[in-house]
């Protein structure tokens, strides 16, 4: 190659234009660049070569303003037409000659810079250029378009993003939606650091991010991983730092579809006939509900009355969903997808949507409402005596809260004789099941609500009130359960085996109350389900089913269709094959129902011990985990959780020790506490 031949090569993709010096070995040269740089290229590496006339590299900077001129892309369009039907090649010379009757050195250059960045009219074929078919043209400009759009919402999503950071209020649009739940999904791994143990930084090497969401992170500037993508969406308002990851891990729908707020608003406008025409007035009743005061679910009622002979009858009133469904419809089917209503710190998620659940399904005071309703006569040691199933109509006259009945209980309000005939009858049920074998395990519980950013934590009160309640349900879900064994009804029957309990002997060395009530609970079998009657040996009954919660439960719901349809004198709703398989499919969501209920319990329960690190608790060793290391569970009385715990002495089981929180964080499920001496305490108490 002749010194002083002008030359293009790339750095690192961009164009650059050089003058030959002089060979650097036996296959290379060195070019000097219009800013005096010198580089050393191989001929692979020279990608146009200027011919007819040598160069110095002053000029370079005036042979490009010659150039210039002519690179105007849309003139390719032109050539192309000219060129297309017969397909032939064109070398940048006969191109320069074809768009500007010109074949000079700064012609033909330019003529090679447009075809040699072209995308698309022409494709290179060794030294020369071919024209695309007009099918190839017609997608590639397609192919532009869409990509041109995509550049667009980018630009558009990161200016929102922007204000979003601001704090400034921003309206997401539909692509937006896509890209921020492709982040959702990838922050709610995070939840696996609980659930496995993994540690973060394993977890993003796990599950490394889908391409949409790392050229969201990329474009962004955020760290490509779980922890990243969690912390982008707090930023953006998108999400608390609290947010519920196990919940949005889960399949648990949060949102109804459309389609199906659509059906529930059409029962609510327009009722569906009532399949149940002879339903039995007990409108004349008395009828007490009794519930939380925040509990809009309202799904049980109780009523009492003297018979003509004398005897007592209770009345159990549930909640007649099944009234504004059937069987397969939308409702039920989604009912049935969610398998129960999900009751979390932070709210609940309904079964069914608001508008149904807490208006004519639920039980509301003073108006007429369809039930299912169970008659019982108990006999004077509180077996049931008598009973009978109708569909009914009621009309609730108190809403009660359990601090409203536990007042009436303790002043023995007499204009209320039947709230007291109730809870007389709710005792010696009580007894009689213990009469049976029945097994009582009383530990503290803990009620967790979030509000806003405050947390608070309470102990469920195991008050009278809640205990007549407990014991009426369960009289109603053994007659539910009494009348399907004996009319050969598939239901979905609830029993628990026989658990083995330690030896009296073994149980009498532990020290009373809770260490022993726990020791005790580890024995308990799981409860099983199945089609046909099963003992309860928890509950002390022959047999049981739930049937008092329909609005809240799909297992319920279960067992008022089938109940119903026999009550009608139809053909059962499910044969004993597809309540089986229906039971399977709703175990297995309720099961996660419930492992998602009980992880944010926790979740909160440490966020709140995290806040209060210098607040002394009063804790009870409860039982060991692992003895051989110190880990033992502890109860903090006051707020009825159970934790686990490193003791750095020796400890026995029962020993009520102070505490409080060494460190805490939620979000990777760790809680620590050390032990407070005596006189520490007394100091921090002061």
């Given at each position: 190659?002749e010194?002083?031949t002008l030359?293009e090569?790339?750095?690192?993709?961009?164009?650059?234009?050089?003058?030959?010096?002089?060979?650097?070995g036996?296959?290379?040269?060195?070019?000097?660049?219009?800013?005096g740089?010198?580089?050393?290229?191989?001929p692979?590496?020279i990608?146009?070569t200027?011919?007819?006339q040598?160069?110095?590299?002053?000029e370079i900077?005036?042979?490009l303003?010659?150039?210039n001129?002519y690179?105007d892309?849309?003139?390719?369009?032109?050539?192309?037409e000219i060129l297309?039907?017969?397909?032939?090649?064109i070398t940048?010379?006969?191109?320069?000659n074809?768009?500007?009757s010109?074949?000079?050195?700064?012609h033909?250059?330019?003529a090679y810079?447009?075809?040699?960045d072209?995308?698309l009219?022409f494709?290179?074929?060794?030294?020369?250029?071919?024209?695309?078919?007009?099918a190839?043209?017609a997608?590639?400009?397609h192919?532009?378009?869409?990509?041109?759009?995509?550049?667009?919402?980018?630009?558009e999503?990161?200016?929102r993003v922007?204000?979003?950071?601001?704090g400034?209020?921003v309206?997401?649009q539909?692509?937006?939606?896509?890209?921020?739940?492709?982040?959702e999904k990838?922050?709610?791994?995070l939840?696996?650091?609980?659930r496995t143990g993994v540690?973060y930084d394993?977890?993003?090497?796990?599950?490394p991010?889908?391409?949409?969401v790392?050229?969201?992170m990329?474009?962004l500037?955020r760290?490509?991983?779980?922890?990243?993508a969690?912390?982008?969406?707090?930023?953006?308002?998108?999400?608390?730092?609290?947010?519920n990851?196990?919940?949005?891990?889960?399949?648990i729908?949060?949102?109804?579809?459309?389609k199906?707020?659509?059906?529930?608003?059409?029962?609510?406008d327009f009722?569906?006939?009532d399949?149940d025409?002879n339903?039995l007035?007990?409108?004349?009743?008395?009828?007490?509900?009794i519930?939380?005061?925040?509990?809009?679910?309202?799904?049980?009622?109780?009523?009492?009355?003297i018979?003509p002979?004398g005897?007592e009858?209770l009345?159990?009133?549930i909640?007649?969903p099944?009234?504004w469904l059937v069987?397969e419809?939308?409702?039920?089917?989604e009912?049935?997808k969610?398998?129960?209503?999900v009751y979390?710190?932070?709210g609940?998620?309904?079964?069914?949507?608001?508008?149904?659940a807490t208006g004519p399904m639920?039980?509301?005071?003073?108006?007429v409402?369809?039930?299912?309703?169970?008659?019982?006569?108990?006999?004077?040691?509180g077996?049931?005596?008598?009973?009978?199933?109708?569909?009914?109509?009621?009309?609730?006259t108190?809403?009660?809260?359990?601090e409203d009945?536990?007042?009436m209980?303790?002043l023995r309000?007499q204009a209320?004789?039947?709230?007291a005939?109730?809870?007389?009858?709710?005792?010696?049920?009580?007894?009689w099941?213990?009469?049976?074998?029945a097994?009582s395990?009383?530990?503290p519980?803990?009620?967790?609500?979030v509000k806003?950013?405050?947390?608070?934590?309470?102990?469920?009160?195991?008050?009278?009130?809640?205990?007549?309640?407990?014991?009426?349900m369960i009289?109603a879900?053994?007659?539910a359960?009494?009348?399907?064994?004996?009319?050969?009804i598939?239901l979905?029957?609830?029993g628990q085996?026989?658990p083995e309990?330690?030896?009296?002997?073994?149980?009498l060395?532990?020290?009373?109350g809770f260490?022993?009530?726990?020791a005790?609970?580890r024995?308990m079998?799981?409860?099983?389900?199945?089609i046909?009657?099963?003992?309860?040996a928890?509950?002390g009954?022959?047999t049981?089913?739930?049937?008092?919660s329909?609005i809240?439960r799909?297992?319920?719901?279960?067992?008022?269709?089938?109940l119903k349809?026999?009550l009608?004198?139809?053909?059962?709703?499910?044969?004993?094959?597809?309540?089986k398989?229906v039971?399977m499919?709703?175990t297995?969501?309720?099961?996660?129902?419930?492992?998602?209920?009980r992880q944010?319990?926790?979740?909160y329960a440490?966020?709140?011990?995290r806040?209060?690190?210098?607040?002394?608790w009063?804790?009870t060793v409860l039982?060991?985990?692992r003895?051989?290391s110190?880990?033992a569970?502890i109860l903090i009385?006051?707020?009825g959780?159970?934790l686990?715990?490193?003791?750095?002495?020796s400890?026995?089981l029962g020993?009520?020790?102070?505490?409080?929180v060494?460190?805490a964080d939620?979000?990777?499920?760790?809680?620590?506490?050390?032990e407070?001496?005596?006189?520490?305490?007394q100091?921090?108490?002061?």
């Amino acid at each position: 190659m002749e010194k002083g031949t002008l030359v293009e090569f790339r750095v690192q993709g961009d164009r650059r234009l050089g003058i030959v010096e002089r060979p650097d070995g036996k296959t290379r040269w060195f070019v000097v660049d219009e800013r005096g740089q010198s580089h050393s290229l191989a001929p692979r590496q020279i990608t146009y070569t200027v011919t007819g006339q040598t160069y110095k590299p002053s000029e370079i900077a005036s042979f490009l303003e010659q150039v210039n001129p002519y690179l105007d892309p849309s003139s390719l369009e032109v050539a192309w037409e000219i060129l297309v039907e017969d397909g032939e090649t064109i070398t940048p010379e006969l191109m320069a000659n074809l768009l500007f009757s010109e074949s000079a050195a700064p012609h033909c250059y330019a003529a090679y810079c447009l075809l040699s960045d072209d995308k698309l009219y022409f494709k290179q074929k060794g030294d020369a250029y071919e024209p695309r078919t007009a099918a190839q043209v017609a997608e590639r400009k397609h192919q532009m378009e869409v990509e041109a759009l995509k550049a667009k919402g980018q630009q558009e999503f990161l200016i929102r993003v922007e204000q979003a950071l601001k704090g400034e209020a921003v309206e997401w649009q539909r692509h937006d939606r896509q890209r921020l739940e492709g982040l959702e999904k990838y922050a709610a791994l995070l939840a696996d650091t609980v659930r496995t143990g993994v540690n973060y930084d394993s977890l993003a090497r796990a599950y490394p991010p889908s391409a949409p969401v790392l050229e969201t992170m990329t474009m962004l500037g955020r760290p490509t991983t779980p922890q990243g993508a969690f912390q982008l969406l707090v930023d953006l308002g998108c999400w608390s730092p609290y947010e519920n990851l196990f919940l949005r891990r889960s399949s648990i729908p949060i949102q109804f579809p459309n389609k199906v707020l659509e059906v529930a608003q059409q029962r609510l406008d327009f009722p569906p006939i009532d399949s149940d025409t002879n339903r039995l007035d007990l409108t004349h009743l008395k009828v007490y509900t009794i519930d939380d005061e925040t509990t809009t679910e309202i799904d049980d009622g109780l009523s009492w009355e003297i018979l003509p002979d004398g005897r007592e009858r209770l009345w159990v009133h549930i909640a007649d969903p099944t009234r504004w469904l059937v069987p397969e419809d939308e409702l039920d089917l989604e009912a049935r997808k969610r398998g129960s209503t999900v009751y979390l710190p932070t709210g609940m998620i309904p079964m069914f949507p608001e508008v149904l659940a807490t208006g004519p399904m639920s039980l509301i005071q003073g108006r007429v409402c369809c039930a299912l309703s169970f008659g019982i006569i108990l006999g004077t040691t509180g077996g049931v005596e008598d009973y009978s199933i109708h569909t009914s109509s009621i009309k609730p006259t108190y809403r009660l809260t359990y601090e409203d009945v536990d007042e009436m209980l303790q002043l023995r309000v007499q204009a209320e004789p039947e709230i007291a005939a109730i809870a007389s009858w709710a005792q010696k049920r009580k007894t009689w099941r213990y009469a049976q074998g029945a097994i009582s395990i009383t530990m503290p519980e803990a009620t967790i609500k979030v509000k806003g950013d405050e947390i608070n934590i309470d102990i469920l009160d195991d008050s009278p009130s809640r205990q007549v309640v407990a014991e009426m349900m369960i009289v109603a879900g053994e007659v539910a359960a009494r009348y399907g064994k004996a009319h050969n009804i598939p239901l979905p029957f609830r029993g628990q085996p026989q658990p083995e309990l330690p030896p009296e002997e073994e149980l009498l060395l532990l020290p009373a109350g809770f260490v022993r009530a726990c020791a005790m609970r580890r024995c308990m079998p799981k409860s099983e389900m199945s089609i046909t009657p099963l003992r309860h040996a928890g509950l002390g009954l022959d047999t049981y089913t739930q049937a008092t919660s329909p609005i809240r439960r799909y297992s319920d719901l279960l067992t008022h269709f089938q109940l119903k349809a026999h009550l009608r004198g139809e053909v059962l709703p499910f044969s004993a094959d597809q309540l089986k398989e229906v039971m399977m499919n709703v175990t297995s969501i309720t099961q996660e129902v419930t492992m998602v209920e009980r992880q944010t319990n926790r979740y909160y329960a440490l966020e709140y011990l995290r806040r209060h690190p210098e607040e002394t608790w009063d804790v009870t060793v409860l039982m060991w985990l692992r003895e051989d290391s110190n880990l033992a569970l502890i109860l903090i009385e006051d707020l009825g959780l159970q934790l686990p715990m490193v003791f750095k002495r020796s400890v026995n089981l029962g020993e009520q020790i102070v505490v409080k929180v060494s460190h805490a964080d939620p979000q990777k499920d760790m809680i620590q506490f050390q032990e407070i001496i005596y006189q520490e305490a007394q100091t921090a108490a002061n």
